[in-house]
Structures are given as structure tokens and as C-alpha cells.
């Protein structure tokens, strides 16, 4: 394995939570998040939502100690579900089966400091 990095999750939103059910996955990674109905699918399955490093897929692809096999190849290389040995994977889980996410946290946050700064820059 070459190259290994996360990809941008909130575009399998629409039909993860029902891959999750499916298939009774217990971990997602990819980068910047998923939405609601990932959020309710990792609560109801007891799965969390791990946040990789964006631009380190030459790291993690040394973290890769062994392919063992592929599922789903019909759905092309990157989407396919590769199951991987590994060591040292460095991940965070951003959401987690107890309905908390640190996306929404952050973009709440946010929000809120960006609002104060909403009329003296726009006005």
C-alpha cells in the first residue's frame, strides 16, 4: 500500500447509517465529520466515528501491516470495504454511540464567535 488517507466522509452520508446496519460495522474513519443520520446509526449500532489526519496518507499507509481481505469491489477501489491489519493507526473519535459529536460542537462554536463579529465587519 502506497497511500492510504481518509476521504471526505459527509458525501456517504445518505446511505452510511443503513452500511453500518448492513454490514454491523463498529468504527467509521474519514475526515470532517458526518451528519445526523450517521450520528442516530452510530448510537443505534454502538459504532463511533474515527477523524484521520487529511494529507497524511503516506503515513498511514506504513501503519498498513497486511491486506486481508476485500469486500464490496464493485464499489471501486477507494470506496470498497478493505479489511486491513494495522499498527499505529492514529485516529480521534470525533463521534461516538452516545450521540456526541465534536463536528457539531465545533460548528456551534463557531457560529456563535462568528455572529459577534457579523456587524462591524458587514455593516
Given at each position: 500500500m502506497k497511500a492510504a488517507g481518509p476521504t471526505t466522509s459527509?458525501?456517504?452520508?445518505?446511505?452510511?447509517?443503513?452500511?453500518?446496519?448492513?454490514?454491523?460495522?463498529?468504527?467509521?474513519?474519514g475526515k470532517g465529520g458526518m451528519g445526523a443520520k450517521t450520528l442516530k446509526a452510530l448510537q443505534e449500532h454502538g459504532a463511533v466515528y474515527l477523524n484521520a489526519i487529511g494529507g497524511a496518507a503516506q503515513y498511514y499507509a506504513q501503519c498498513f501491516k497486511k491486506v486481508e481481505g476485500v469486500d464490496l469491489m464493485e464499489f471501486g477501489i477507494p470506496e470498497a470495504m478493505w479489511h486491513l491489519q494495522t499498527e499505529g493507526f492514529a485516529a480521534i473519535v470525533t463521534m461516538d454511540s452516545h450521540g456526541n459529536s465534536l463536528h457539531a460542537e465545533v460548528e456551534k462554536d463557531s457560529l456563535g464567535k462568528l455572529s459577534q463579529f457579523k456587524e462591524p465587519v458587514f455593516s
Open positions: 459527509i458525501r456517504e452520508e445518505p446511505y452510511q447509517g443503513d452500511i453500518i446496519k448492513k454490514f454491523g460495522i463498529r468504527a467509521v474513519i
